[in-house]
Structure formats: C-alpha cells, structure tokens
C-alpha cells in the first residue's frame, strides 16, 4: 500500500519557520521526483516547490524562492520542506507529491496533507 504522510504544520506567527516532512512507503522514493504543493483556502492548487530523484536539481514558485528549501533523503523514503519567513498568504494546506516521470509530469500519488496556518 502506498502511502505518504505528512507531518510538521502547524500555527506560526508571522516571520517564524516550520519544517514540513512526508513520510512515504509502498513505492520506490528514489525513483520518484517529489514535489510540495498547496491549496488556500478559496483558491487553486498552487505548486510550491519540486526535487528530483537524486536530489540534484530543485525548483521553487516564485511566492516562496529564498524563503523555502526544499530536500530529500532517500535513505529515509522522505522529502522535507523548510519554510522560513512565513507570510499570512503561506497559509494553507500543504500536500506532497510523488512524481514518477519527474517534476514537469503528473503526479502519480498524493499526501492526504498538513495545514500550515501564519497568524499573530
């Protein structure tokens, strides 16, 4: 059984960090690109950031670039994304995403998500 579950959200005042994990099992991580996205409430799915499966090559929406970083660890079978400098427009529901066709492809499975609300 596939699974990916994430862990690590939470409320944070605004300017603070949280790190983000997904724990995964059932598939091969390190074949699988991995990504973060969110969801607002209100509004569209938003891709926030992507790993490639060795981890050599990321990538970062604009909203979050030199703020969040995102990596992985394939001993582990996990992905993390470290968010510093939250914003109140951070706030959301943050899903990780597993990739087998790499980050530009669609996504093959899905995390059933973590809510990261910034509010003083």
């Known amino acids: 059984e596939v699974q990916l579950v994430e862990s690590g959200g939470g409320l944070v005042q605004p300017g603070g960090s949280l790190r983000l994990s997904c724990e995964t099992s059932?598939?091969?991580?390190?074949?699988?690109?991995m990504s973060w996205v969110r969801q607002a409430p209100g509004k569209e799915r938003e891709g926030v950031s992507c790993i490639s499966r060795d981890g050599g090559s990321t990538n970062y929406a604009d909203s979050v670039k030199d703020r969040f970083t995102i990596s992985r660890d394939n001993a582990k079978n996990t992905v993390y994304l470290q968010m510093n400098s939250l914003k109140p427009e951070d706030t959301a529901v943050y899903y990780c995403a597993a990739k087998r066709g790499g980050c530009t492809s669609y996504t093959n499975y899905w995390g059933q998500g973590t809510q990261v609300t910034v509010s003083s």
């Open positions: 059932g598939f091969t991580f390190s074949s699988y690109a």
